[in-house]
């Protein structure tokens, strides 16, 4: 629907805006396509008006930024090492598995497996629109894979950031 995906617009807008003026503090060039990309696929559906059930799931995987954040609280206030940040580095890690890996690749089946067709031929969306959003989606599915690749090594780190000079020392 188009208030709900105008509400996510915004949301990405103002995070967006918070990455780019701390940069690359925040987040780097990943961080920035991931909002750029989900900003535009935002827009597009909400301009067709499609997809409320794909964006339903997409919202959700916003579950683990909460757990993010609270890290990089932790981390700024002189807390990284503590047992605190253990658990919220696991809580992040299931926040961001449930959410973004298995709920966003459940929620694919069902948009490739349906909602695609069912846009373009059903509902009369334009084929370039549709196309786009999917691929959009589908891009930010494997952009999950990569980042869930990273926190797992986090997580058996103890929330802890590798960093080379560890690396050398092991």
């Not at 961080?31 to 919202?59: D, E, K, R, S, Y």
């Not at 990284?80 to 959410?99: E, K």
């Not at 990569?146 to 020392?169: D, E, N, Y």
């Amino acid at each position: 629907e188009i208030p709900t995906a105008c509400i996510i617009w915004g949301y990405l807008a103002n995070d967006s805006v918070d990455i780019l003026l701390n940069y690359p503090k925040l987040g780097g060039y990943d961080m920035v396509l991931h909002h750029l990309f989900f900003q535009t696929c935002c827009g597009l559906a909400g301009l067709i008006n499609a997809f409320p059930f794909a964006f339903a799931w997409l919202t959700i995987g916003e579950a683990s930024t909460p757990f993010l954040n609270w890290r990089w609280f932790l981390i700024q206030s002189g807390r990284g090492d503590s047992w605190t940040m253990v658990l919220v580095t696991w809580m992040f890690a299931l926040a961001f598995f449930l959410t973004r890996i298995v709920l966003y690749w459940t929620g694919i089946s069902k948009l490739w497996g349906s909602q695609v067709n069912y846009a373009i031929n059903e509902l009369e969306k334009p084929a370039w629109a549709v196309w786009s959003i999917t691929a959009i989606i589908l891009g930010g599915a494997l952009l999950n894979v990569v980042w869930f690749a990273h926190i797992v090594p986090m997580c058996l780190r103890g929330g802890r950031r590798g960093s080379k000079k560890a690396t050398k020392q092991n």
